[in-house]
Structure formats: C-alpha cells, structure tokens
C-alpha cells in the first residue's frame, strides 16, 4: 500500500546532496553496519537518554517560532573528554548527568573511540567526519596521562598556544573549527579568557544523500501553519512511492526518511499538541516507544527544505541537569593538573542544518572551556514538528531539533 505523507516544517541536521534534481541515488557501495560490542550496544540507550534530556532543557530556552538543532553526540564527545581530567565529586556528577554511570571510565571511553573510528565509514555516499582537539596556554601544563587518554581514545589533536596573544590564539582555534566543519561553523570562541587555561573542542560534520533524492523541478510554494495558528509561505519538495517508515501514535505523525543506503536516517515528529509541550515529555521510554511502532511501506512524502543554525551556552542547563559543581570553585579537575584550582568556566554549542532535494548537511560543535576558579492520520508536516537524526541499525541519535519556522535561518 502506498500512502501519502506532507512534511511541511523540519529542522535538524544540515546534510546537502551533490546534485540538483535528480531522483536516483549515486551508488559507491553498500556500506557496512556499524558493530558494536554487548557492553557498548547498552550505552547506546543511555546516550540517547541524555541527548532526551539535553534536547528537552534547550527546549526551555526557545523563544516563539524559534527553531533549534543541537548535536548531543558533539557535547558528549567534549564532556567525556573532560571527564578524563576530573576526580572526586565533580567526576561522579559528570558522569550521572552524562548518563555513564553502570559503565567504567575504559568503557566509557572505549565506546567512544569505536565510534569515532566506525562511525564515519558506513556509508560511501555519506560524508561523517568526527574529531577532537585539545588546546592549552603554553604556560600551563596538563599531565600527560590526561594527554594520553584523550589521544588514544578521542583521536584528539593537542597544541599549546599562547594565549596572552589572544586574537592569534582564537583564530587558530577558530580556523580548526572552520574546517572541521566544512566552513559551516566558522568560529566558536569569541575571545580567549583572562583566566583561561584550555579549551576541549568536538567537531562533527555531516552530508549525505537521500536514499530516494527529490526532483528540484517538483518543488513548489505552500503554507507552513505556526505555533500561533498564522501562516508563512515556504518551499516544499516531494517525492513518490519511495521507501520509507511510518507510525501513528494518538494524534502524532512520526516518519523514518532514509539517507543513501540507510545507513543513517531522518525521524520527523509532528503531534497534533503544541509541540514544545511535546517534546517536553519526550522520555526514553516514549521515544523507544515511537521508534518500535515505525513500518516500512511505500509512501509519497512532501516536506519542507530548510536551513538554519544555532547556538547557545549549555552552562546553565549542564549546571541544571547535576553537573554545578564542576562550574564552580569547588570543582576537581587535578586529572588535568595536580595543582587544581580549574573549573569549566564555558560550554559553547554552535550548530547547523540544511535539509534539501537531494539531501542533508549538518555540522556541530561543542567548546568545553576549561579556566582557573574564580566563581488518523493525515500525514501532513506542515506545522511546527521534532527531528532526530539517527544511525539506523543502533538507533543512536547523532542530532535532535525542533522546526518552529522553517522560513527562519536563525
């Protein structure tokens, strides 16, 4: 059976095609799965918990008709790296607000490392770049071990800079971070900190095509309904017949559009309530939930092309979730330096999303700032939805986003 899907507002994580109007999908190969082992297949459950409740803490910070897109993944990859400079209190905090807790810091970090290095080669028709880098004033020395862990396991690049030269110091680091991302992130630190010691930045890029790319000459002008009921003409794309997944939950819409050779994929949430009240309530169990009820089957499907990034400081809400003293003066980071007296004075996430006929590109990247203490369905999406972008065979979630507007780049 075919059915008919409308998408009509998206926004999550930017992945853009190769080629304009086309409908085959370019073929390198089939790709690989991603293999995980027992122990590592159980944190896939609790990182996504985190990214729910990430997701759900930046939700509070929305104003109307804003849209967002945040990569947990990326906060994850800089946190845990972090993580390996903390002790005592401030450690056991991380690690339950980060949802490691029932797992040890070699596994932890192992699962990590698998991946870094596997993530980004399962598919061939798919761009996934991941990497770290660690960044400390030249006068400051972290111990080696801290050094260690961080290179073996996150692969991450390790430079001292001089940062009482402040502008040189944050172009460099801001130049990394342009191209780790494909220019589409092009700075994350805006200064370097009096008090600043060391910087621990995670970086993801993504691109990738649909499974099925939609033909540009199909795209029209249509209505997006808003949260306030008024309405904003938008460019949507469709397609037909394509192979795709389906739920219905009471009143909510879900769809799961695959990328290339769906090694990776789209979810798409529209409930009939206000969807910030939806996402709000959005829990492991009602995610899990959504996820076990999708069926393959044949559809025509009509959403929304959008682009648009974001950026918030995630102090407060980490500080939120359990992990306040490692902001404060009481924080343990002696890992890093015997000495002590650090503290994670920031925690920047800037991220983008462009979602168009042929397919998606998303970038992200999160900047841990590591200083001295001081203190029936009708299938229609064309009103506001969530978005999630996931690895399909796990499940793990790589971006998570509401669409507000789809007609808004900021």
Known sequence: MIRKITLLGLGILAITACKKGGVDPINNGPGKDLVLSATEQQQVGPGNAFTLKLFKADIGTLTDNQNL?????????????TSNGANGQTLTDIRKTMEFNGFTEDQVNSYYQNLITNLPNLDPNTTLKIANSIWYANNFTPLPAFIK????????????????NKTASANTINSWVSGQTNNKIPKIIDQIADDARMYLINAIYFKSTWKTRFDAAK???????????????????????????????NGTNVIELPYSNSKYSLVMIMPDEDVKTFALGLDSTKWNFLMGKLIATKSDVTMPKFKFSYSIDLKDILK???????FSDQADFSRINAAGGLTISEVKHKAYIDVNEDGTEAAAVTSVGVGTTVAAPTNVFNKPFIFAIREMKTGLILFAGIVSDPTKSE
């Open 219 to 249: 795209t029209y002008k249509a209505p997006f309904r808003l949260a306030n009921n008024s309405t904003v003409q938008t460019d949507f794309m469709t397609n037909k017949g394509i192979d795709l997944k389906v739920a219905y939950d």
């Open 149 to 164: 862990t961080n290179t073996d396991f996150y692969s991450a690049e390790v430079k001292a800079l001089d940062f009482s």
């Open 320 to 326: 939120s979730l359990g992990m306040s003293i490692a």
């Open 69 to 81: 897109i945040i990569s947990p993944l990326s906060v994850s990859f800089a946190i845990g790296m």
